[in-house]
């Protein structure tokens, strides 16, 4: 009961409101809402307070959660690193959604049909290592630099290249780097791309605008808006334009597999691992 309360009051801090939460538990509202009054009535204080249509929490509960969050990750970790995994059990996988549409839906295609209870998800890597780290997801493939000390195993599976695509990158194809017009990329502030800053700074490539959204700079580089800077799985996505589209030599992004340590145990993991590794093998001797 304790570790349940926890477990949502940590939720409710990222999602906001009771229904998100519930929505992410597969739970009702009003089951999230005894969760937390337990916890309150066992820890005999306060822990949230009605802020418009979302829930705040007080003070004394975000001090609990910057006590308590590591080791209820980990907690949690562990416990699902305990459970039976048979061939009928969702097997959570978080992965890059940019990944998943660039390099794996074909892949996910075959693979769901040798083993069709693979349940996705789609976040931003620090979303994804959360999830792993804490047993939400059996398995995460991310792209962008990892941090350090995020204490999980890590594969490389493939280093994925950056282009300039859109009409004024092809237009400025033989200029050099220092008279392109600003540049529309990806958010530079997530903590898997902030290393991308000084190398296109190098390049003399300044970003006029950063979105947090992938599919936003496709349709903007289709409709001639740009340069943009797209990874090359996501070329093909924007038709004549990506054909068109300029390299960025020695600019790129590493993509990982991330699993917890006794992972691969479990051979519905290790398999999945392998045909992974296998299909990005390829690819890269494709290219």
Known sequence: MLLEGLETLCLLASEGTMAKVASRLYISQSAVSKRIAQLEQRLGKKLIEPD??????????RELLTRVAPSLAEMKGVLTDSQILTDQTPLPVACSETLLAGYLARFMHDYLERDPHIAL??????????????????????????????????????EEPFYLVGNAASEHQEE????????????????????????????????????DSYLALIELAKAGIGPVLLPAGLLALVGEQGAQARPLPGLGRPLHLVYRPNSLKRERIARLVQALQAHFRQLTAQS
Do not use: F
Not at 52 to 60: D, E, V
Not at 133 to 157: F, N, Q, S, V
Not at 187 to 198: A, H, M
């Open 52 to 61: 418009g249509r979302h829930t705040r929490l007080t003070p004394q509960a």
């Open 121 to 158: 998800s789609t976040h931003h890597t620090p979303v994804i290592l959360a999830r792993v780290r804490g047993g939400d997801a059996l398995l995460g493939i991310c792209a962008g630099r990892l941090p350090p000390g995020h204490g999980l195993c890590t594969e490389r599976l493939l």
């Open 176 to 211: 050099s780097a220092e008279q392109l017009q600003p540049i529309l990329t990806m958010d530079l502030d997530n903590p898997s791309n902030r290393y991308l800053r000084e190398p296109l700074a190098a390049l003399g490539l300044t970003p006029a605008m950063e979105l």
